[in-house]
């Protein structure tokens, strides 16, 4: 069963490419037709295409892995952080740093900084500053929160990018492209697919459109968390079930050996009770 219908998506605007001027060729296979000047995107595979991911999506949560959306623009920048969030995954939605995943060692320093602020917070050393120096480090932690904060618990490199406008996020598919990071992405008939790994093809503009596209994505991660609880609790349950049985031979064997212990000890005392009458 599809995670999304083809009238879910006709009612959310999916189907609305750009002016036919502005459409790039490559996306001709994604397009059914051009009606008033403007191309419609073929809906079938698009619902394809969200299968297709969501599939590949759910097995990297069940394993595990953190996918990093982006997604920078106005219409789409809380909607993405919204679903990301519920499903516990890094995202981008104010400005995309440059070498945020070429650099990441630097990144993480910049992380690492907010979390040096943090403990000054707590451990009294914040307030033997002076009130110029306790607003510098104040605006620069605000700073660093806005620009990494959504990224703090990312401590090694995403194993995949979700991106919402590939156009407009042109540096972050540029960034995962040169490291080998496969990027599903939302893409417009005005965008160039072939750098992106798993494309949608879908109206990228339209708030509605693209929380009908996460939904179902972000959906299917969150039975591939579930399932990777279900999984984590059946092997503790199986483990516990494996070391009772140990337990219990370790107790036999203990209570064996207590008892050959008794006996030794009761051997030698009849042996020297014996050798002292014979004494006597």
Known sequence: MSRVNFDQLLEAGVHFGHLKRKWNPAMAPYIFMERNGIHIIDLYKTVAKVDEAAEILKQMAKAGKKVLFVATKKQAK??????????????????????????????????????????????????????????????????????????????????????????KEHIAVREANRLGIPVFAMVDTNSNPNNIDFVIPANDDATKSVEVILGAICEAMNEGLQERKAEKIDTEAAGEGEAAPKRERKAKAGVKRTRKEDEEALNARVVGKFVKDIEE
């Open 78 to 167: 809380q909607t993405v952080a919204d679903k990301a969030a519920s499903v516990g995954m890094p995202y981008v939605i104010e400005r995309w740093a440059g070498g945020m995943l070429t650099n990441f060692p630097t990144i993480r320093k910049a992380i690492k900084k907010m979390t040096t602020i943090d403990k000054m917070t707590k451990d009294g050393t914040f307030d033997n500053l002076s009130k110029r120096e306790k607003l510098q480090i104040t605006r620069q932690r605000a700073k660093l929160e806005k620009t990494l904060g959504s990224i703090a618990d990312l401590t090694r490199l995403p194993s995949a990018l979700f991106v919402v406008d590939v156009m």
